[in-house]
């Protein structure tokens, strides 16, 4: 016994130092997997996450949300205005979507998601959040006034598809609503008014890769 104690005492302050180098680079890890403005994980935390949930759950429905007339609103406003519009749009569907999915920030005004169809009845909740997130800003200019456009896909409607192809057709889907000015649209039932041709015609340049970003806090 105290041979062992001999040789294990020695070696317990190499051991925490270890333990706190792990800890220490996994906060870190962590953190920069955090959009610092929004609280919500950045490409590779959503990626992750959100790969595993269409992997493991068939009702998994993938969306993509844009604010509209951001650009106006930085320019007229001011960028602290901006700035409380995103973070606000961010908890509002951190909110809807729960701890069950994920959320993230793909970058400047634009978030994905995927969330689960509990009930079936995503089209409704997608409508309901659609005009939750048209609410002015708590505390802010009253004038500061938008509307987020969301595009959706089920992933049970495209089998074998990855995240990545499913991220395509919801952010189709989302131009196609901003563009018909309707708030929300489905991917995959039919051809999408707006082909990729259209969508860079009306915006600057098309992503070749949207697999981005972040885990929900209820």
Known sequence: MNTLATVLVPALPLASGWALHVWWLRRCLNT????????????????RRA?????????????????????????TYGHAAGDALLRTTAARLAHHVGSSGIVGRLGGDEFAAVLLDERGSVSDELA????????????????????????????????????SDLLRRADEAMYAAKQARTGTRRAGLGRLFATVTGRRAGRTGARADTSAVVEVTA
């Open 128 to 163: 309901v959040l659609h005009r939750v997130l048209a609410r002015p800003v708590d505390g802010q200019n009253p004038d500061v006034r938008t509307t987020v456009s969301l595009g959706w896909v089920r992933a049970a409607d495209f089998p074998g598809a990855d995240l």
């Open 32 to 47: 920069a997997r955090r959009d610092p403005l929004t609280g919500l994980h950045t490409r590779d935390g959503f990626t």
């Open 51 to 75: 790969t595993t949930l269409l992997r493991k759950n068939p009702r998994a429905v993938v969306v993509l949300a844009d604010v509209d007339k951001f650009k106006h609103i930085n320019d």
